[in-house]
T-cell receptor, first 112, second 109 residues
Framework: EAQVTQNPRYLITVTGKKLTVTCSQNMNHEYMSWYRQDPGLGLRQIYYSMNVEVTDKGDVPEGYKVSRKEKRNFPLILESPSPNQTSLYFC???????????FGPGTRLTVL | GQSLEQPSEVTAVEGAIVQINCTYQTSGFYGLSWYQQHDGGAPTFLSYNALDGLEETGRFSSFLSRSDSYGYLLLQELQMKDSASYFCAVNYGNNRLAFGKGNQVVVIP
């Protein structure tokens, strides 16, 4: 079954405590992305990756890092989280022709 | 920057047809996607139009006119389970997606 998994699903943390949200896909897709979703703003792209070791900034990259060491994994790293990073985060995996797109279940992050 | 406009909310009865429009202004254009999202859930991909015209997938169809920078999603034979938010997104190059804010569809009996 085609799947994108994210962990954790829920996280409450404090300002400045480094955290990583993992994302993994089993479809051998080249393209992966991270988004955040905030009320009234829709989905905004944080980072994207076109292949292993190829990553680039999206629209709201400040305060985030990513890595793509293997095709299946695309973790999102918050080195020093701040309250304005409280949000709902989605990882997505996309096939080359864009007619296959899958989102992970989401990670609800609260930074106190 | 990228700009996508969608109307905010639509209410319709079961069995009806609803059209959700999306107009866009982006720096590049490679295709238009549509997604469904239920409250608290992840977005579900519905369709992707790279070329002009209508594409039909079951009860849902999607249309694109690149010359008008416009597309729509057509939901037919509405069911209660179709109550959700629907949003469009433009692929403006290199896996860059710009999303609309979404359109809430409420289906009533």
């Amino acid at each position: 079954e085609a799947q994108v998994t994210q962990n954790p699903r829920y996280l409450i943390t404090v300002t400045g405590k480094k955290l990583t949200v993992t994302c993994s896909q089993n479809m051998n897709h080249e393209y992966m992305s991270w988004y955040r979703q905030d009320p009234g703003l829709g989905l905004r792209q944080i980072y994207y990756s076109m292949n292993v070791e190829v990553t680039d900034k999206g629209d709201v990259p400040e305060g985030y890092k990513v890595s793509r060491k293997e095709k299946r994994n695309f973790p999102l790293i918050l080195e020093s989280p701040s309250p304005n990073q409280t949000s709902l985060y989605f990882c997505a995996s996309v096939g080359l022709s864009f007619d296959e797109q899958f989102f992970g279940p989401g990670t609800r992050l609260t930074v106190l | 920057g990228q700009s996508l406009e969608q109307p905010s909310e639509v209410t319709a009865v079961e069995g009806a047809i609803v059209q959700i429009n999306c107009t866009y202004q982006t720096s590049g254009f490679y295709g238009l996607s549509w997604y469904q999202q239920h409250d608290g859930g992840a977005p579900t991909f519905l369709s992707y139009n790279a070329l002009d015209g209508l594409e039909e997938t079951g009860r849902f169809s999607s249309f694109l006119s690149r010359s008008d920078s416009y597309g729509y999603l057509l939901l037919q034979e509405l069911q209660m389970k179709d109550s959700a938010s629907y949003f469009c997104a433009v692929n403006y190059g290199n896996n860059r997606l710009a999303f609309g804010k979404g359109n809430q569809v409420v289906v009533i009996p």
